[in-house]
């Protein structure tokens, strides 16, 4: 009788899409998806490491399922994947030993995806980056940019039914960094979107997760500013509104470069509506740093602001650097959240 599987999903939208391939691998093995994580014959975690508090949930996670099983004498396969395996594997094998194994997001994505019933589908473009942020973990765990070919990217996206679905997200860590071929000849991200707005027809509109603010060219707001079917919502991570910060950061802009970016994206592309990433209490930051990124939220006007207390990852430069004290960070994350409510009502 087919095996069964479930997949649980941590962190991003590219954790979702390798789940799909995942499953997509799975099936094509035979097993069949059970909507029951205790029941399923095999269960996969699918892993996020961007924080402390992510590896912790997924270790929790564990350790719930491994004593299920055993109570209810299932012989469920517990298996990993995702970011924590990718750069941490050994750690995990002495943390968990009962795991029965790994499960290979390279191997994984050579199986068409099974996707998820939902009005956003997902297509990952280009995995890795380069940037080395002092804080992020993905350059160790997903390794350096490599862009799939466009013939690739389109041959996935024609395959895909729109019926139901209202947006395209094309991933990647760090997507407008996109360098891939078309025809054996280089392609920049923003030809790559025109080219998908041609010969895909059937997009209903397209979207792009997640940019790194010193690849937002003026071709790339071009194309943003000219096309209609291109999301009206940009996501462009700040993460701190002062110099010092983010040049430790290891960001590669100033925060006058961001608020003029900003600036720019306005003046272009007057209906874009812009989101953005936060760090409270990022190693060594002073009282009037951590005002500098609440005056930068205060003056931009971001739809959405995504906050997080720093937390250390092993193995990042921003680790070995002399930390705040927890309840500071804390401190600062309950108050840029709390300003950010007020932005809110004062706009609803
Ligand atoms: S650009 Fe994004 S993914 Fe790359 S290192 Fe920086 S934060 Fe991490």
């Given at each position: 009788m087919a095996q069964t599987y479930h997949i649980i999903t941590f962190g991003c939208q590219m954790n979702k899409n390798d789940s799909e391939h995942l499953a997509g691998m799975l099936e094509f093995n035979g097993a069949k998806h059970t909507a029951e994580p205790e029941a399923a014959d095999i269960l996969v975690l699918n892993t996020c490491a961007v924080r402390d508090k992510a590896e912790r949930r997924v270790y929790g996670q564990l350790a719930k399922y491994n004593f299920l099983r055993q109570k209810n004498n299932s012989g469920q396969k517990l298996f990993l994947s995702g970011c924590m395996p990718a750069y941490n594997k050994t750690e995990l094998q002495k943390a968990a030993p009962f795991l029965d194994g790994f499960l290979d997001i390279e191997e994984a994505r050579q199986y068409p995806p099974r996707r998820e019933n939902s009005p956003e589908v997902w297509v990952t473009i280009m995995q890795g980056c380069?940037?080395?942020?002092?804080?992020?973990i993905v350059p160790r765990a997903r390794g350096r940019e490599r862009s799939r070919t466009a013939e690739d990217i389109l041959a996935e996206i024609n395959k895909i039914?729109?019926?139901?679905?209202a947006v395209l997200f094309l991933l990647?860590?760090?997507?407008?960094?996109y360098a891939g071929t078309f025809n054996g000849q280089p392609l920049s991200f923003p030809a790559l979107l025109q080219l998908i707005l041609t010969k895909c027809p059937a997009v209903p509109k397209l979207a792009f997760l997640t940019s790194h603010p010193k690849d937002m060219t003026d071709a790339l707001l071009e194309v943003i500013a000219r096309e209609?079917?291109?999301?009206?919502e940009l996501h462009l991570p700040?993460?701190?509104?002062?110099d010092r910060i983010l040049a430790l950061m290891n960001r590669g802009y100033t925060a006058a470069q961001y608020r003029a970016l900003t600036a720019r994206i306005r003046a272009r592309a007057p209906d874009v509506q812009l989101s953005t990433d936060i760090i409270a209490?990022?190693?060594?930051?002073t009282e009037a740093e951590f005002e500098d990124s609440c005056r930068l939220v205060r003056e931009t006007g971001f739809f959405r602001v995504n906050t997080a207390g720093y937390s250390a990852r092993r193995g990042?430069?921003?680790?070995q650097m002399p930390r705040l004290e927890q309840k500071i960070v804390d401190a600062r994350l309950n108050k840029i959240n709390q300003l950010i409510n007020s932005l809110k009502s004062a706009h609803t």
């Open positions: 380069n940037n080395f942020c002092a804080y992020c039914d729109f019926t139901g679905r990647g860590q760090n997507v407008n960094s209609p079917r291109i999301d009206r700040a993460q701190s509104g002062s209490g990022f190693p060594t930051e990042t430069a921003a680790a």
